[in-house]
């Protein structure tokens, strides 16, 4: 660690820099709800009237300063502006921006890191549910800084392995559109006949109900538990799982899922949809309390297609017009209504040319995807070691 220095936070980057947006200018807001987990890239933005918020320019860090989302790894670097620009978000954000001789990329990997991250979260006061960092104790975290030349090797490190899963996410998003796109030429291809979900469905359950699944029940491994972080896109992603005994699970058989079971919300962020694909990490799941599941009958239909429907305009539409208007967000009878959505049902014969066409778009997004989780594992595990010291860069061969 020749040439580290100690140095408080504060002195290393700016906390919640000024910047200046006029009232009731349309600016782009960037929601704690656009944030993904452990994720550096912020993929999405909307413009909004400026009212209020927190603002920041590109190469700003943004860390979510509130329970859950800081546990939660919401913390990302700003990519979406143009030169100049000044976007907002929310007031739960603190900014960080490096200061003069101090590389952005190395100030949004040590905000990450557990340096900075841990003593944050520890420090969260305030009532239960709502408890926030105090900006102050961040602030003056006594931190080993390496050189700038230091931190620009340790940051292009983990840079380049962040590099290449927004390059597969980019991929994977237009072999998406091109499975989409042959989806809707199916659909066009001619007059197919309507059916209902009930007529394809073999079999249509809710998840747990009330406390069959309580955190005193967590086990080290066992049957996982499928969570809403892990039904963000078209397929079951497969960050960090809880778990149930098998014993737990055979009581709650009802609820246990397999590759090719469509898994829905019904409370709370209603409308993902997501497929159990072949080559998970398991052979089985269990539900969570707020979701509910469709198996089909591959006699009738093809999973992929009834996927690509329910994340279609329409099939969202359909699956939509059961939730309540009031209160927590919520489908109502999500089981029984399911089976009642209409759909154009083509003919299983032209489902299966068509599977044929999108298999090896999808095969190539489940591997994209597979490698984009290999390389944030090893990210996740050079990242403490990089920014303590514990691992001379000069040493890596990746």
Known sequence: MTGWTSRKLKDIADFNPKES???GAIAKKIAMDKLQPFCRDIPEYEFESFSG????????????RITPCLENGKTAKVNILDDGEVGFGSTE??????????????VYYLV???????PAIKSMVGSSGRQRVQT?????????IPPYDEQKR?????????????ANAEINKNLLQQAIALYEHLLQDAEWPTATILDVAKKIAMGPFGSNIKVSTFVPEGVPIISGNHLRGYFLEEPEFNYITEEHAERLKNSIVFPHDLIFTHAGNIGQVAMIPDGCKYDRYVLSQRQFYLRCDETKVVPEFLLMFFHSTSGQHELLSYANQTGVPSIAQPASNLKKIPFKCPPLQEQLIWQEQ???LLGRYLNNRLESERLSSLRDALLPKLMSGELDVSDLDL
Do not use: W
Request: proline share 3%; net charge negative.
């Open 21 to 23: 947006i006029t009232k």
């Open 136 to 144: 102050s104790v961040v602030q003056n975290l006594d931190i080993m």
């Open 53 to 64: 918020g927190t603002k920041f320019r590109n190469g700003d860090t943004i860390m979510a």
């Open 112 to 118: 990450c890191s557990p340096l900075v991250r841990d």
């Open 154 to 166: 340790i940051s292009g490190v983990l840079k380049s392995l962040d590099d290449k899963i927004a």
């Open 358 to 360: 999108v298999h090896p």
């Open 93 to 106: 954000y603190i900014v960080f921006r490096a200061k003069d001789g101090v590389d952005e990329d190395f």
